[in-house]
């Protein structure tokens, strides 16, 4: 069965925006996310109640993802 994913020029005429290479890239954002928390540090005493997350365009999408969980 061949889909419109098969043939990769129709893929670019309909994602005008190159979404689809955003979403080849999400596990190298997720490997950077994690490595710049690492490298982060919050002192013992700050205690946060209450967390901002925010980007812009097509970058929020992990503001996007966390919302429904909190």
Known sequence: MVTLLDNQERVKEV???DMLSHLVETPDYCRDAI????QTSVPPNVKPENIMIVAMGRSAIGGEIL???Y
């Not at 490595?35 to 690492?38: L, N, V």
């Open 67 to 69: 919302k429904p969980k």
């Open 35 to 38: 490595k710049r928390t690492e």
């Open 15 to 17: 994602d005008k925006s």
